[in-house]
């Protein structure tokens, strides 16, 4: 139900958008989130928001580089990642949860994953 996509592999200091849509999901009664795992390591946070696009927080690691937002329209929420380095590469989950929060068991449901590799 929750459809990551826009993974890739980039250069350091370059962009990458990724989306996270969800079809026949409602969208609207969820906060969503964006979480990243790194190879034998729990899934971290990365940003966050409530369900009418309020409530935005960043883990300070990507604080002023990464944005999320969401079209409630479009049932689809975004990352936009500016300025990548190479400590961003990982997995990008997206996640759906009925509570806005930094905590991966407080989400209930979860995206396949999109891989983001960083290179210099």
């Known amino acids: 139900q929750l459809v990551e996509s826009g993974g890739g592999w980039v250069q350091a200091g370059a962009p990458l958008s990724l989306s996270c849509a969800t079809p026949g999901f409602a969208f609207r009664d969820f906060a969503m989130g964006w979480f990243r795992q790194y190879p034998g390591q729990n899934r971290e946070f990365v940003a966050a928001?409530?369900?009418?696009?309020?409530?935005?927080n960043y883990d300070d690691s990507v604080k002023g580089r990464f944005t999320i937002s969401r079209d409630n329209a479009k049932n689809t929420v975004y990352l936009q990642m500016n300025s990548l380095k190479l400590e961003d590469t990982a997995v990008y989950y997206c996640?759906?949860?009925?509570?806005?929060?930094?905590?991966?068991?407080?989400?209930?449901?979860w995206g396949q994953g999109t891989q983001v590799t960083v290179s210099s």
């Open positions: 996640a759906a949860s009925l509570v806005t929060s930094r905590f991966w068991r407080d989400y209930d449901y």
């Open positions: 928001l409530n369900w009418d696009g309020g409530a935005i």
